[in-house]
């Protein structure tokens, strides 16, 4: 499947504990048409989504894709999905060795006028970004955020990843 659909495969990614006992999944089902700002916002069969179970089995929330010209903001989405938080992209990203910024995708409270917090892919320096596939992230949020939006915001790192990230020739 990786070699056929690349970063727009289906997934299926497990956090494990200190004793390696399954405690979180992400997972994505294959989309064919997936990623396209312009058919995300009229067709769910268009648009990149993620579902998060912490534990397993038990749903604690959605990551979606909306539709936009040029950004392609997702929705962070409780277990009834319901809207909680937004993130938007920047308009252009810009990875590589010889980019030496990070790529910040904003976390908005559902109006969109507050940042509260942000995902980034962070530059790892020249030698990493060369000559690995290696990539580092990180997270900010506020303390008080619930610990489901918490685990949902680590499904939508993931979602980044293989969305803008992913499938990078080095």
Known sequence: MRHCCGAQRGFEIFILDNENQKVMKVSRDLKVCAGSP????????CAHEVT??????????YVKQKGAFGKSPYEIMDENQEPVLKIKGPRFIFDGALCPCDSE????TLDGTNQVGSLSKVYSGFAKEMFTVADNFSIKFPADLSVKTKATLIGALFLIDFTYFEGKKK
């Open 52 to 61: 998060v179970e912490a534990p397993i089995g038990t749903v604690v929330g």
């Open 38 to 45: 312009w058919f995300a916002g009229c067709c769910d069969c």
């Open 105 to 108: 995708f904003k976390l908005l």
